[in-house]
């Protein structure tokens, strides 16, 4: 959002935003190992000789984590490199047994690229990708363990990472939150990255400086490993005002590395930010550069799904579905997924998409889950579409029996069928209802032929409440206008 500023006692300030998304390969084994890469095991369980850096040790690359991030660039409308290098970059720390981490300075896999969002409340914007380049992961330190040791625990090293560099063109939280949001939906459409960001497969490095509008960029922090949508913007609405007002109080921005404490929400620094020289990087001598043919790149393209933005408006150009509804309804790939399974079931895409925004949704957050884990299927929604559709359910109904199903996970009618609650349009019955009603009300009979028309929905609520709610609400209007007069 453009109009995003910082007030500061000099005037607004313009916050310039830049991230690198960390996000960790889908594969069964690692970048350079055939070590295993499931989350949750016991420490060092996942640890081959090559992530230990054991002398002799040599590194293979992993086809599928290439194949990977080329078809991540692919879905980012990139250039996707021919000819491209690993890199060692050096520095020392407990958890890197190598002394390096194997990574891609000079030339990466994956070149320029872009994604569009939609902030809330703002216009549509194009956001640079600068580059991706894979590289693989570090240990990671325990120090909860013991009182006074530190542990080092290996599962994660030599994990594949996917590092998405932004260019600088976020100018709000706002901004950044939907850059980050629409990034993670797309790896997750792809397959090439889980998206989970509270187990540490996706996370931010956020870059943030301050100006004044129109003048150059001011110098830059980098708050590392942030973990979360709502963490990144607030990482950056402190760390803008930490900057304006560190700067009106005649202060200077050092830049540096800071981290994020998401307690107490603010920035803290972390050390001075070493220039890329300090790494002393240079060509990894016991890896080949990689040479990517077009028929591997075009077997990527090839395996690629519908993305987000063309299922959007596929949803609303195809199935007719509204704007709000379609971008809910591919926000995610799993509510995609399951929408398309109850289009698949026969549901047709109106009434579908319009109960799953609605009742669904609304279930699922009562009852804390995700749709992954929905208690009932798509099938079976669909199933309970079509009971309204025929005349078997009116709504009210049709909100009983799906409470049973969330309850049971049951089919539909067989719960119509148990608990006898099928909707009725017996106009005798119905008829004898009314007669007992307007008997007993000769009052309210009498002010609603006088004019009071607002009396018929009291009528209709008598009605249905003496049947049960089991009678066709058509039908009972349809009665009592012809009984009321």
Avoid at 387 to 413: H, N
Wanted: glycine fraction near 8%.
């Amino acid at each position: 959002m453009s109009d995003y500023r910082i007030a500061g006692a000099t005037g607004d300030w313009e916050v310039v935003i830049g991230l690198e998304v960390h996000a960790q390969v889908t594969s069964n084994s690692k970048l350079f190992s055939g070590a295993a890469t499931a989350f949750g095991a016991e420490p060092n369980a996942q640890v081959s000789l090559v992530d230990a850096a054991m002398p002799g040790m040599l590194p293979v690359p992993n086809r599928e984590c290439i194949r990977q991030a080329v078809r991540t660039g692919l879905a980012l409308d990139a250039v996707i490199h021919r000819w491209s290098r690993f890199d060692r970059k050096n520095y020392f720390y407990a958890d890197l047994p190598q002394g390096y981490q194997i990574s891609q300075l000079y030339h990466p896999l994956v070149g320029e690229g872009a994604i569009t969002i939609e902030p809330e409340g703002g216009a549509a914007k194009t956001i640079g990708i600068e580059r991706i380049h894979v590289e693989q992961d570090a240990g990671k330190l325990m120090h909860d363990q013991h009182p006074t040791r530190s542990y080092v625990d290996l599962n994660r090293s030599g994990v594949a990472l996917m590092e998405i560099v932004s260019r600088p063109d976020m100018r709000s939280p706002a901004e950044a939150g939907a850059y980050v949001k629409k990034l993670r939906a797309i790896l997750r459409y792809v397959g090439s990255c889980d998206g989970n960001m509270e187990q540490g497969s996706m996370r931010a490095d956020v870059n943030v400086s301050v100006r004044k509008p129109g003048q150059p960029f001011g110098t830059r922090t980098e708050t590392k490993n942030v973990n979360s949508i709502r963490f990144v913007m607030q990482a950056i609405e402190f760390e803008a005002r930490r900057q304006v007002d560190l700067i009106e109080e005649g202060g200077t921005v050092v830049q540096e590395t800071r981290l994020f404490d998401p307690d107490k929400g603010v920035t803290r620094s972390m050390r001075s930010k070493e220039d890329a020289q300090d790494y002393r990087y240079f060509p990894d001598p016991d890896l080949l550069p990689l040479e990517l043919d077009e028929a591997f790149i075009e077997a990527a393209r090839a395996s690629l799904p519908e993305l987000p933005d063309a299922k959007r408006r596929r949803y609303q150009e195809a199935l007719g579905l509204s704007a709000s509804n379609a971008e809910v309804l591919t926000a995610d790939v799993e509510t995609a997924r399951w929408f398309e399974a109850m289009l698949a079931a026969g549901a047709p895409p109106k009434p579908a998409s319009n109960w799953v925004t609605s009742e669904l949704f609304g279930a699922l957050n009562r009852l804390g889950r995700d749709i992954t884990d929905s208690p009932v299927s798509p099938e079976r929604a669909a199933a309970l579409l079509a009971l309204i559709a025929d005349g078997t359910l009116s709504g009210s109904l049709a909100k009983q029996v799906f409470e049973l199903m969330l309850e049971t996970g049951e089919d539909p009618a067989a719960i119509v069928e148990a608990h006898g609650l099928k909707q009725t349009s017996d106009t005798g019955a119905i008829e004898a209802e009314i007669a007992k009603i307007l008997a007993a009300n000769p009052d309210k009979v009498a002010d609603y032929r006088g004019g009071k028309d607002k009396l018929f929905g009291f009528f209709v609520g008598q009605t249905m409440r003496a049947m049960a709610g089991k009678a066709n609400p058509a039908v009972v209007n349809e009665l009592l206008k012809k009984a009321l007069g």
